[in-house]
């Protein structure tokens, strides 16, 4: 009997963080971001797919050159996994989006 009161009293303890913590608040949201694209990424954008506008820019006031790579958390506080991303670059060059990256599943994230 007494194996069996500390047996539940484990399986208790081992199952109540599962009901106390957001599995998908919980997921890991830090993507590679790799500017493959040849020329320098000025503003680096990710918004919230649920979103109708660009949230602030990720690189604040640096560059990401051509051939460098960044580690970005996409992390915005509301438990969202789908985002669209923007990078828009120095040299005029139309502005490479992608839309609905799981960032809670992908690690890589390539601009071209």
């Not at 919230?48 to 604040?60: C, F, K, N, Q, Y």
């Not at 992608?98 to 994230?109: A, E, F, P, Q, T």
Request: contains cysteine.
């Amino acid at each position: 009997m007494r194996k069996f009161v500390l047996a539940a009293a484990f399986m208790v303890a081992v199952a109540i963080p599962s009901f106390l913590v957001d599995s998908a608040s919980a997921e890991n949201r830090w993507v590679k971001v790799c500017n493959n694209s040849g020329a320098t990424v000025r503003e680096l954008y990710g918004s919230r797919a649920s979103t109708d506008s660009w949230e602030e820019d990720v690189l604040h006031e640096k560059v990401l050159p051509a051939r460098t790579c960044i580690n970005v958390n996409w992390n915005d506080g509301t438990g969202a996994c789908i985002f669209d991303i923007k990078a828009v670059f120095n040299n005029g060059r139309s502005p490479y989006v992608v839309y609905g990256v799981n960032v809670c599943r992908v690690s890589d994230l390539n601009i071209r």
